[in-house]
């Protein structure tokens, strides 16, 4: 059984910073582009950072320079660190699997003084 479980969420005044996690477990990790999406309020869920296999990056342009997004393969992880936080930056933080579309259940980022 496929399960991505996302942890690290909070809330966080702005510039300030959080990492996430997400740990994989039924999948042979090391192989999977893994991405980070986020979901807003009444907005779609949009790609924020992906990694493939060997170690190549994407970042959606709103988070380039602030979000890092990397991989330890022997512990099944992605992470993403997020740095000088903005309140738009709050919303629901997804991991996903996007070779096979699995998806985790979400952690919740907020971003507010």
């Known amino acids: 059984q496929v399960q991505l479980q996302e942890s690290g969420g909070g809330l966080v005044q702005p510039g300030g910073s959080l990492r996430l996690s997400c740990v994989a477990s039924g999948i042979i990790f090391s192989v999977h582009f893994m991405g980070w999406y986020r979901q807003a309020p009444g907005k779609e869920r949009e790609l924020v950072a992906a990694?493939?296999?060997?170690?190549?990056?994407a970042y959606a342009d709103s988070v380039k320079g602030r979000f890092t997004i990397s991989r330890d393969n022997a512990k099944n992880t992605v992470y993403l660190q997020m740095n000088s936080l903005r309140p738009e930056d709050t919303a629901v933080y997804y991991c996903?699997?996007?070779?096979?579309?699995?998806w985790g259940r979400g952690t919740q980022v907020t971003v507010s003084s």
């Open positions: 990694m493939t296999d060997g170690g190549g990056t």
């Open positions: 996903r699997s996007i070779n096979e579309n699995y």
